[in-house]
């Protein structure tokens, strides 16, 4: 069995167990933070991913088991402590995963020096965001405008969602 | 004249001979069937597309849509499935063309789920409890359920993701000619990583949207620093 095939059975197996945890919580017959198993498992799992993707022209693959990294790291963060702004998480964490998803792909072919620019320039707006930019309201601000966006949420998915639909064919 | 003899006679057995000796071109009767060339997840949509006649894209969207009312489409479509008889005669059609109905369907399903998504919160808005609701009555038991089955199916042998050909990706990441709207950053990015070009550009949106268009510096950066793909056409290099 390669390394795929086993990280796939892993990952099988780790939601199988997972589905069952929440299940046996939901019943009242274990008392475990499921989110803390989950981020873990995630982790654990998109670890190895990274590992086997790398250096093997998989680079889709590869951005998705940094998403996932991450994901699982968020979901570790999230149990670990109380965060009151959500909205403020979600700003800088698309910024940093952004960041590693670039500097993955740089250390997965090194010649593209652009991805490190942009790997850097991602980190630098995430740490910008959550110190400085944070300080002059910026976390007011993004909740004003995702107050508003909230509105306009079902135009905005509705529109892309037809213009998708209907480019289907291109 | 030689028929009415023969029905008169009650002979049916030469009007039979002449049904099937060729000369009467046989008309194809349309079958309810699961499509095998065109599936996504079991080809009831278009099987069923097929026997209406009309584009498979059409059914599955108001079959997502059916979502809205109530978790029913759900079930029937399992049924369906399991009742329904494969089409096991159809021929098999070409690898470039099921690659154009792959990327036909991820677009139909990615839109479609837009969509839905759309109308269950301008339902919300107004009021308006949609049947999604009823779907995800009690969230964690259905959560861990399809947990459960995602990871019974990544045990299983089936292949999650669409095997792409490795010779098709770029080596070098550059800005695409082709596949652009505004300075091919999108399409350069997503030719060097092998996925659909509308899935980056989504990201890209809802990234500058929900970072109140500070994702936007990181494209301008792409687009300033990158290069355009060689144009052999033209033979600029």
């Known amino acids: ?170 | 004249m030689q028929d009415e003899k023969n029905i008169q006679d009650g002979s049916d057995e030469n009007l039979f001979n002449k049904m099937d000796d060729g000369s009467n071109p046989k008309i194809p009767v349309k079958k309810l069937q699961r499509s095998k060339n065109n599936v996504i997840i079991a080809g009831v949509c278009s099987g069923v597309a097929g026997y209406l006649n009309t584009d498979p894209a059409n059914i599955r969207v108001i079959a997502l849509l059916t979502f809205l009312l109530g978790g029913w489409f759900l079930a029937a479509y399992i049924v369906l499935a399991f009742l329904l008889p494969a089409d096991n005669n159809a021929e098999q059609p070409a690898p470039e063309f099921k690659q154009k109905i792959k990327k036909e369907n991820f677009r139909t399903l990615l839109g479609g789920l837009l969509i839905l998504a759309g109308f269950h919160f301008a339902m919300k808005m107004f009021g308006i409890n949609s049947g999604l609701k009823i779907i995800l009555f009690a969230k964690q038991f259905v959560w861990a359920l399809a947990i459960i089955l995602l990871g019974l199916f990544l045990i299983s042998k089936q292949k999650i993701f669409t095997e792409y050909n490795k010779n098709i990706l770029p080596q070098k990441f550059s800005k695409s000619r082709n596949d652009k709207l505004l300075f091919g950053v999108c399409g350069g990015l997503a030719q060097y990583l092998g996925i659909d070009s509308f899935v980056i550009r989504i990201v890209l949106i809802l990234s500058a949207l929900l970072t109140l268009g500070m994702f936007l510096l990181i494209y301008l950066l792409f687009a300033i620093a990158a290069q355009f793909e060689k144009d052999e056409s033209f033979g600029i290099k």
């Open chain 1, 1 to 170: 069995m390669n390394l795929l095939e086993l990280n796939k059975k892993l990952a099988g197996i780790s939601l199988i167990s997972l589905g069952l945890f929440i299940i046996l919580y939901q019943l009242n017959i274990v008392a475990v933070e499921t989110e803390k198993i989950f981020g873990m498992l995630i982790v654990l799992c998109s670890s190895i991913s990274v590992y086997i993707f790398l250096d093997k022209n998989e680079r889709a693959k590869l951005a998705l088991s940094v998403i996932i990294f991450f994901v699982g790291v968020l979901f570790l963060v999230e149990s670990y402590y109380e965060i009151l702004t959500t909205r403020g998480i979600v700003f800088t964490s698309i910024l940093f995963i952004n960041g590693g998803i670039f500097l993955i792909l740089f250390i997965d072919n090194s010649k593209e020096k652009i991805f490190l620019s942009i790997s850097l320039l991602s980190f630098f707006l995430s740490f910008l965001s959550y110190t400085i930019l944070r300080k002059m309201g910026l976390f007011e601000l993004a909740n004003k405008i995702a107050n508003l966006l909230e509105i306009f949420w079902p135009v905005i998915l509705l529109v892309m969602g037809i213009g998708i639909f209907i480019n289907r064919k291109k």
